[in-house]
Structure formats: C-alpha cells, structure tokens
C-alpha cells in the first residue's frame, strides 16, 4: 500500500547542531509539505514543494530549508538547531491543492 | 492577515450531536477543511467544502457559508472513538492556496 513515512520518529538533540527530518512517500504525489505542531498553535507551514527542484517558504520557514530531488523525498533541514524549534512535525503529501493532504505520523524533535 | 477560530473544548456524551464552529477572516479564500488528530497521531482528512451548503459523510457533515465566512463541523451519534482534536483549515490565496490551521478543538466524549 501506499503510504508517507517520517524519520526518525523521535530525536534529541543539541543547540546549534544540524538536523536533517526525512519524508519519503509512495503515491507520486507532486506536492509536499513540512508542518510543525506546538501547543496553542495547531499546525503551522514551513516549507512545501509542489515537484521535483521546487521549493518554496511557508508562514515558519526561518531556520530551516528543504530540499526536492525526486518525486518521493523531501527531506526537512534544521541548519542551527535552536531550543525554539523543539516541536512535532508533520510531513504531508497531496496529489492536487484541492484533494486531502495524507500526514506522516509525525517526528518529535527536542533541542536540548 | 488571516485567522481562524473555534472553540478549544467541547465535551458531550456518547450517542448524542455536537457542532464544532469555526469563523474564518481571510481574502481570496478557496475551501475549508477539516482533519481528525488523534492523541499522538497523524491529523487525517475529514472533510472539504468550497460551495455554501453541506457535505455529508457518514456520521460526520460539514458545512459552510462563504458569505458569513463560517463553517462547521456536525458529528451525530458520538462514540468514544471520537474523542480526538479538530482542526479547520482554509484555503486561500492569501497563503499562496495552502492551508492554515486553526488551532484545533479538543473533544472529549463520555461514556
């Protein structure tokens, strides 16, 4: 079956250190997305793609970047991890803008 | 800018209905969604409405009116199962026609 997996599922980490969050879909959907979710806030953009060498900034995109080489990955980079970025984020995938969006189950990430 | 609201909490007993509101304030709006998150889960789609009216799946409907910009969420025979978070979400051309969330409603079902 198709599907959207996130890895790893949980990480800890430390201030000012690099972080790479891995996507990888199955559907060939062209669009991605990056989501974070803190308390208070739902979830929030921060970057999304819609094909390969595509990408683009979202609402929260201030310290990381994304990356889109195929159809299936697009891995999520923290460049300087800081503790403001611990968070649970979700990646998601689309085939169009007004189709649902199938999440990942989500990555947990503590700066420490 | 854009904001969503809806309520943070709403608790009702197991067989009955509930109605979670959301009013939305944004330009070029495109549709309104809804997704289901469970405790530690993944948010999964509901529901979407880009005309005025309802949508009806199952147990769950959705409604909305672009003129009030306001929608919601109609859940009828309440399970236990239900006790999740619910997002809405807009679509629209102020968030280049992505999606923005509303911080989710938590509800709880008793038994």
Redesign the interface.
């Known amino acids: 079956d198709a599907e959207i997996t996130q890895s790893p599922r949980h990480k800890i980490t430390e201030t000012g250190r690099q972080v790479t969050l891995a996507c990888h879909q199955t559907w060939n959907h062209n669009n991605m997305?990056w989501?974070r979710q803190d308390l208070?806030?739902?979830?929030?953009?921060i970057h999304?793609s819609y094909g390969v060498q595509d990408t683009?900034k979202?609402?929260v995109s201030d310290g990381y970047s994304v990356s889109r080489s195929n159809t299936e990955d697009l891995p999520l980079t923290l460049e300087s991890a800081a503790s403001s970025q611990t968070s649970v984020y979700?990646c998601?995938s689309s085939w169009d803008?007004?189709?649902?969006?199938?999440?990942?189950?989500?990555t947990r990430l503590t700066v420490v | 800018g854009q904001s969503l609201e809806q309520p943070s909490e709403v608790t009702a007993v197991e067989g009955a209905i509930v109605q979670i509101n959301c009013t939305y304030q944004t330009s070029g709006f495109y549709g309104l969604s809804w997704y289901q998150q469970h405790d530690g889960g993944a948010p999964t789609f509901l529901s979407y409405n880009a005309l005025d009216g309802l949508e009806e799946t199952g147990r769950f409907s959705s409604f909305l009116s672009r003129s009030d910009s306001y929608g919601y969420l109609l859940l009828q025979e309440l399970q236990m199962k239900d006790s999740a978070s619910y997002f809405c979400a807009v679509r629209s051309a102020e968030a280049a026609r992505q999606l923005t969330f509303g911080s989710g409603t938590q509800l709880t079902v008793l038994p």
């Open positions: 997305f989501y208070g806030h739902g979830l929030r953009l999304y683009n979202g609402e979700f998601a803008l007004n189709t649902e969006a199938f999440f990942g189950q989500g």
